[in-house]
């Protein structure tokens, strides 16, 4: 939300390389395999754009684990944000994509950084407009703190304490034609 | 523009000639998002919860003024019409002083719909708040044009390096200027057919190809947008009689058989039928004309969305 912002390149600290982040990724999975006994019954849904990646991958890594193939979706959380009006311009609203119906069904909410929480309480009020799932669980690859609503995890990459100020760069190779990885930037110092 | 692209900026929706092929892209797969919408187990969704829209039909229309209520009400915002008898217009009022009213009761996003081409403009300089035009006089139909451009992208999976025929009352239309700015925009060549009088060679200094023998033409496209006759505008001297225009204009069956079995028949309604298009063919298999509703509904829950999502102050 914070694309903007200035921020000083040169003292990027690295959280995840390639590899740490498929070990991250890995251990979710096992973890959700854990909670989660019934996974014909389970949905990994994807906020979009890395979230869709990372639900997908996170899919790859349970079938290669249980030799089950667990469902994915894609909810797009543009129509139910809360700073509508506030903001000058309006990114693209990505199609919505869940298998149906999500009664009976535990939903996992997938995303790659988890701040402020409002990301994620606009996905659960829309996937409410799909149906009432028997249970919404959260994961993300990184919680940097910073909650605003009373919003936590199930699922966690890496706990990233950080300063409102800074930020959480992700980049996944199949979205963004670079390396995988995740870096700490930190604000500009004359900001 | 700036460096938003790809992006939205705009709080008013004016016309289609000033919008990039970046930001028709953008309204179209933001509508692919609202067509979705319509799926789900509810249908609305709280985007535009705490807005008020106003209709502000100073013109007759009953499709348009549908399409733009049903879509502000999937948005959730709140919506009042008013059309021109009911409005004070008819009492002298201005049109700016009408809008200033409106704009004093707290309206967010004017839906307006003239028979002076302009009218939108001179509103939208005047007010913060967002302004949608819903047609004014024959300049520009944007989410017409939208709409048709949306549904032909849906049917034929693209609309660059497709043949588009426009035919019937070009001179008088504002649907016909929206389609032309959308189409050349997104790389589609775009061929005005109809009587002399109706589609004078001046259209071609806008890039488009004039004919006046639709026979030629309809072998040669993949769309043809069947306009209607506005015989209630129409003074006699622009034609002889529908009777001529039928014999000479008219998609009837025996002409449809010069059309591609793929060709997509388009009409933004309401459909004369007998007189532009046959009966038959309006309810054939490969007319559209109803897809072109229901993603007419989808592409103004998009423009409505974008133009009233954005913080205007």
Redesign the interface.
Same mark, same amino acid.
């Given at each position: 939300m914070s694309k903007t912002r200035p921020t000083n390149e040169s003292d990027a600290v690295r959280i995840f390389d390639a590899e740490t982040m498929q070990r991250a990724l890995r251990r979710i999975a096992h973890e959700i395999i854990e909670r989660n006994r019934n996974l014909s019954a389970l949905v990994l849904v994807g906020i979009p754009a890395r979230g869709v990646e990372l639900a997908r991958r996170l899919a790859a890594v349970i079938e290669a684990i249980e030799k089950v193939r667990v469902a994915t979706g894609v909810i797009?959380v543009?129509?139910?944000r809360d700073d509508? #009006?506030?903001?000058?311009?309006?990114?693209?609203?990505?199609? /919505?994509?869940l298998p149906l119906p999500l009664e009976q069904r535990t939903v996992v909410i997938v995303d790659d950084v988890l701040f402020t929480g409002r990301t994620c309480r606009a996905a659960m009020?829309?996937i #409410? /407009?799909? #149906?009432r799932p028997a249970c919404i669980q959260l994961a993300a690859l990184v919680d940097r703190g910073h909650r605003e609503l009373p919003i936590r995890p199930d699922f966690v990459g890496k706990n990233l304490p950080t300063a409102f100020a800074e930020r959480v760069r992700v980049r996944l190779e199949n979205i963004d034609h670079q390396p995988d990885g995740v870096w700490l930037l930190k604000p500009e110092a004359n900001e | 523009m700036n460096s938003d692209k790809g992006r939205w900026t705009r709080k008013d929706l004016l016309g289609l000639r000033e919008l990039s092929v970046e930001e028709i892209n953008l309204v179209l797969e933001t509508a692919d998002a609202f067509k979705q919408v319509g799926t789900r187990e509810v249908k609305k969704v709280p985007a535009l919860q705490g807005k008020t829209l106003i209709n502000l039909f100073i013109e007759p229309s009953t499709r348009t003024r549908t399409s733009f209520e049903l879509a502000a009400k999937r948005l959730s915002a709140d919506i009042v019409n008013i059309s021109a008898a009911a409005s004070s217009l008819t009492k002298g009022e201005t049109l700016k002083d009408t809008a200033r009213v409106l704009e004093a009761n707290h309206a967010d996003i004017i839906v307006l719909r003239h028979s002076s081409a302009g009218a939108p403009q001179f509103l939208a300089s005047r007010i913060a708040s967002s302004v949608i035009n819903a047609g004014d006089g024959a300049h520009e139909h944007p989410t017409q044009g939208l709409l048709d451009l949306y549904t032909i992208r849906e049917k034929k999976g693209a609309v660059a390096g497709l043949h588009v025929a426009i035919i019937g009352d070009i001179l008088f239309s504002r649907v016909a200027r929206s389609n032309i700015f959308a189409l050349l925009k997104m790389g589609a060549r775009v061929t005005l057919v109809g009587p002399s009088t109706l589609v004078p060679r001046e259209f071609e200094q806008l890039g488009v190809t004039v004919s006046h023998n639709l026979e030629d033409v309809l072998p040669t496209v993949d769309v043809v947008n069947l306009l209607r006759i506005q015989h209630e505008r129409q003074r006699k001297e622009y034609f002889p009689g529908l009777g001529e225009y039928i014999r000479l204009f008219g998609l009837t069956k025996a002409r449809a058989r010069l059309l591609r079995p793929d060709c997509l028949i388009m009409h933004p309604g309401p459909i004369n039928r007998g007189v532009e298009l046959d009966s038959e063919l309006a309810d054939g298999a490969q007319s559209v004309i109803l897809d072109q509703v229901t993603n007419g509904l989808a592409v103004r829950m998009a423009v409505l969305y974008l133009c009233g999502g954005i913080a205007t102050s």
């Open positions: 797009d543009s129509m139910h509508i #009006g506030t903001r000058r311009a309006l990114p693209v609203v990505k199609v /919505s994509q009020d829309a #409410g /407009s799909f #149906g | -």
